[in-house]
């Protein structure tokens, strides 16, 4: 089954769960599995797991450290601004 770099990347963070991990370390792993799996070295491991961070699936410990925690997992609300609100916001620009 092909994986992506996502699913190594959390292949990874859920085999050490609640563990603070730098994510040089990560990288390194993933980028390892990936290129035995497709043979080519793989293209910015670093922004999905700064992704994964902004979808709330990682915890953002400090400037390069992430800890998966499965309870902690949440969902992100994004919200649109009303019509009126946006005008006024982009007559400021």
């Known amino acids: 089954m092909a994986k992506s770099i996502g ?6 963070f859920k085999k050490h769960a609640g563990e603070d991990l730098p994510h040089g370390p990560v990288v390194d792993w993933v980028e390892e599995r990936y290129l035995k799996i497709y043979n ?14 902004q979808e709330g699936i990682l915890v953002k410990i400090k400037k ?3 800890r998966y ?13 009303p019509p009126g609100d ?7 620009l």
């Open 7 to 12: 699913d190594l990347i959390m292949e990874y």
């Open 40 to 53: 080519k070295k793989p293209r910015d491991t670093w922004r999905q797991i700064r992704k994964f961070h």
């Open 64 to 66: 390069g450290v992430y």
């Open 69 to 81: 925690d499965p309870d902690h997992v949440r969902e992100v609300d994004l919200f649109d601004f």
């Open 86 to 92: 946006l005008k006024c916001w982009t007559d400021k």
